[in-house]
């Protein structure tokens, strides 16, 4: 639909539409609730990485799960989680359709805030246009002092949304370091430049490009496609009712997509937002009875058969393959943290030998979580006296190495020697490596 379409129907819109029905408050069962879920997912994105939940070591090129780095050989911890989060992803896709961009995606949520504080200061046609049409601004408002408001509020909310994203890559009192201009050697030195360079992309999509990403350039969007069905949830239309449709385009008028919500398709852009059904409501509260369009998740042509009834076998069915794999995901995660090894120890021969037998060892520690400890060493299979290590007690910073020597005495009557290394820690973790030492 074009603006101008759009804009002679706003002009249509009879005076009956109730915003406060003899003092009830207006009817928006879906709006707050989504805006409340999009506040969460902001607050989650940030309290995720922040509190050691999940984020990215750039120094060690590493996952980090709980404050624990995650390496290749904790298979079972990198596994079950792709598996939990791609097959709950589908899961949701299948039944729920495209309700994460409307209910979660930071980008929608940014593109909502920005039309809203650009009508609320310029007027409420001043849209951004998905056509291309230049932004009409009411001539009361078209003050400098509006567009000042709009870029300074824009610049913020770009500052702060940019900041985002190094918490993922940064421990919190690092990112308060930089947010504070504080020396920290943690920071990298040309972190201010990729934060300046993500500021001015955060800008020109909150000024400029808004729901044209979402319609024209997210690939998301299109993976979402793949796994929606007729069944997945959508809008659906009372047609029975279509007469009460005269001469109103309220919910056409609410879609900031740009939709019809009265001829929605499988495979069109409706991300499940709620706002025409709300504003169909509301053109319904005086007369007391629901309105036209309603969530649905299944083409009822049976009606001897219950509405929750037909809902239950529907999901049933589309979970039937995904459930399993995120039953599966999750166990494997939760078996991957209960099995985690915290440290890892490895022996190796140094280049102390002596004709063809080694007699010097290097044992190699690192500390996997993000805060110092202390390892001891013993060797368990060798004779006292056979034998000397350089330090018994080891120091670890956060996610450090160090390394020690071990060396065996050379006079050992000739025979292959079967020792261990075992390093405990404090919190009772013990590790083993097992040695074969061949004496000549
Ligand atoms: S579905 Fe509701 S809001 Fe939309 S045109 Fe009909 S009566 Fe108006
Ligand atoms: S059709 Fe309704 S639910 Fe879909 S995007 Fe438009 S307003 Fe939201």
Redesign the pocket.
């Given at each position: 639909m074009t603006g101008s379409v759009k804009y002679k129907s706003i002009s249509r819109i009879p005076v009956k539409v109730v915003l406060k029905a003899a003092g009830k408050p207006v009817y928006s069962e879906f709006r707050w609730k989504r805006r409340l879920l999009q506040l969460l997912v902001l607050f989650l994105a940030v309290l995720i990485p922040a509190s050691g939940l999940f984020r990215i070591d750039p120094s060690a090129a590493a996952f980090v799960v709980l404050d624990r780095q995650i390496w290749l050989s904790d298979f079972s911890l990198v596994t079950g989680a792709w598996l939990f989060l791609a097959s709950s992803l589908i899961l949701m896709y299948s039944t729920a359709g495209m309700v994460f961009c409307?209910w979660a995606c930071p980008q929608n949520t940014m593109s909502e805030w920005a039309n809203n504080l650009t009508h609320k200061l310029l007027g409420k046609h001043a849209e951004v246009s998905l056509t291309g049409e230049a932004i009409r601004v009411a001539g009361a408002k078209n003050k400098a002092l509006n567009w000042f408001l709009l870029g300074i509020s824009f610049l913020g909310a770009a500052m702060f949304f940019a900041l985002i994203p190094l918490f993922y890559f940064y421990q919190p009192s690092v990112v308060w370091s930089f947010i504070t201009f504080q020396e920290d050697a943690r920071l990298a030195s040309s972190l201010h430049w990729i934060y300046a360079v993500c500021v001015v992309i955060i800008f020109i999509d909150i000024a400029m490009i808004r729901h044209f990403w979402c319609r024209y350039a997210c690939i998301y969007r299109v993976w979402m496609h793949s796994f929606k069905t007729r069944q997945t949830l959508r809008?659906a239309y009372d047609a029975s009712r279509s007469k009460e449709c005269d001469k109103c385009s309220y919910?056409v008028n609410?879609?900031?997509?740009?939709?019809?919500?009265r001829k929605?398709d499988v495979y069109?852009?409706?991300?499940?937002?709620?706002?025409?059904?709300d504003?169909c409501n509301r053109m319904h509260q005086k007369q007391g009875v629901p309105g036209l369009?309603r969530?649905e998740m299944l083409e009822r042509k049976n009606q001897s058969v219950s509405k929750l009834h037909n809902v239950a076998i529907s999901l049933f069915t589309r979970m039937g393959w995904t459930a399993p794999f995120v039953v599966l995901g999750a166990s494997m995660f939760i078996w991957g943290l209960w099995s985690y090894q915290p440290y890892h120890v490895v022996v190796g021969h140094a280049d102390v030998q002596q004709g063809r037998s080694v007699q010097g060892y290097r044992i190699a520690l690192t500390n996997k979580l993000y805060h110092a400890t202390e390892l001891h060493v013993k060797v368990l299979g060798l004779p006292q006296g056979t034998y000397q290590l350089s330090a018994e007690n080891v120091k670890l910073s956060a996610v450090g190495r160090e390394s020690l020597m071990l060396s065996i005495v050379k006079d050992l009557p000739r025979g292959i020697y079967s020792f261990v290394v075992e390093v405990s820690a404090g919190d009772a973790w013990k590790g083993r490596f097992p040695v074969q030492h061949f004496s000549e």
């Open positions: 409307g809008v919910c609410s879609c900031f997509i740009d939709l019809d919500p929605t069109d852009s409706c991300i499940n937002c709620g706002d025409c059904i504003a369009l969530f």
